[in-house]
């Protein structure tokens, strides 16, 4: 017995040492992200949580985050039945912004600027792409009753949005996938193990997931070898060809998502467009293709599209900005300021902020509120 409780000793030792190590340093300690089922369909995380968020091996990027009494990274908490004018911000990971301190983020900055007139909220969770922005558009109109909505729109929303193509582990989402002869959405549940929620507790585990990002590296080291800086140009033509046909696809089903009051916050080609060699290479790759046929889409159908290409390549020209981090491609503080300020510009904004709303009104209460949606549904049934 002394013998075994030696080894269990000599074994358990180094790990408590790591562990005792690991707890010194500012790893990673996000909140858990609840179950995603029938009766909470969609995804948020645990509320009211002040926390840590790091990135990198060498934490080259800290802030300080705050989930809010609704489970999502925001400064302030939302009030559902607050009747001032409101604007929805929806997206993924730029929405949710972990890579800026709370209240840094675009949608919390122009909360803070329409302070006293409304209100702007935001939704968002990494790992979103354009069939979760659905559900969550929804959850916002059921819950919330904005006045408007703004989604922000980035390089992979378009693939991701459909169940083939999305990245494992795909659970706690809605995504796109085939059903008789068109597209339906659907809901793929999640429910956090016994085994994750303990090793979630272990400051080594954490840095080892979050932080070193062991996950995301065996996933590429399962894919092909490709040295290229744009993962998309690894495809082999017609596979690729096949991708952004169905990306076009899961586009035009997203599109149809109806109402007059929306923006779409386009993000720009980043890095390529601070080189105009660069940029140049970059028109026919599948990121540039599916940005142009979504703005061109949108607009046909009526929807205000703000381009933050033109707006961050015009600062980049005048004082040489960068609006991301040397290790991370999300918006930097600057890259935030800039999206605030074109959206304050849109026309969405100055008509709900400025000028008054002019949606549909409620007949008992009197609250003007973002018109539901009407989809146009032919072959495409949702569930």
């Known amino acids: 017995m002394k013998k075994a409780l030696s080894y269990c000793v000599l074994i358990a ?29 969609v995804a948020r995380f645990q509320p009211n949580i002040e926390y840590l ?19 999502y990274n925001n400064f302030w908490d939302y009030h559902s039945e607050d009747t001032t004018p409101l604007l929805m911000v929806i997206g993924d990971s730029f ?23 409304g209100r702007v909220y ?26 408007a909505m703004a989604f922000f729109v980035v390089e992979n929303d378009y693939d991701e949005s459909l169940l083939k193509y999305a990245v494992l582990p795909a659970g706690r989402f809605h995504y796109f996938e085939e059903s008789g002869d068109g597209l339906a959405l659907r809901r793929v549940d999640y429910e956090r193990s016994t085994i994750k929620t303990f090793l979630r507790k272990s400051a080594f585990v954490r840095y080892v997931m979050l932080n070193a990002q062991l996950q995301r590296m065996l996933y590429h080291l399962g894919g092909p070898s490709c040295r290229s800086e744009d993962p ?12 952004i046909a169905d990306s076009k696809r899961a586009v035009d089903y997203f599109l149809d998502l109806g109402g007059d009051s929306i923006v779409f916050v386009v993000d720009a080609l980043r890095p390529a467009m601070y080189s105009a060699e660069t940029l140049l290479k970059a028109q026919n790759s599948y990121v540039s293709r599916m940005r142009q046929y979504f703005m061109k889409q949108a607009r ?29 491609g999300h918006w930097n503080e600057l890259g935030n300021r800039v999206v605030a300020d074109e959206i304050r510009k849109s026309a969405v904004f100055t008509r ?3 000028e008054g709303p002019t949606l549909t009104t409620t007949a008992d209460a009197g ?10 549904t032919a072959g495409r049934d949702r569930r």
Request: glycine share 6%; charged share 20%; with cysteine.
């Open 300 to 328: 046909s159908r009526g929807y205000e599209i703000l381009d933050m290409q033109p707006a961050f390549m015009g600062k980049h020209r005048l004082d040489n900005s960068r609006f991301e981090f040397p290790t991370n």
């Open 13 to 41: 030792l180094p790990f408590l040492i790591m562990e005792g190590f690991f707890r010194l340093l500012p790893v990673s300690n996000p909140p858990y992200l609840l179950p995603v089922s029938a009766e909470h369909p």
């Open 352 to 354: 709900i902020f400025y």
């Open 122 to 147: 935001s939704i968002g969770v990494s790992g979103a792409a354009l069939s979760q922005y659905l559900a969550f558009a929804e959850f916002s109109r059921n819950t919330f009753r904005p006045n």
């Open 95 to 117: 929405v949710e912004a972990l890579t800026v301190d709370s209240g840094k983020s675009a949608a919390e900055i122009l909360n803070s600027t329409v302070s006293g007139r």
């Open 232 to 243: 998309y140009a690894c495809e082999e033509p017609a596979a690729l060809e096949r991708r």
């Open 367 to 376: 609250e003007q509120q973002l018109a539901s949606p009407t989809r146009r």
């Open 53 to 71: 968020n790091s990135w990198g091996w060498n934490f080259s990027i800290r802030t300080r985050m705050r989930t809010n009494n609704f489970g």
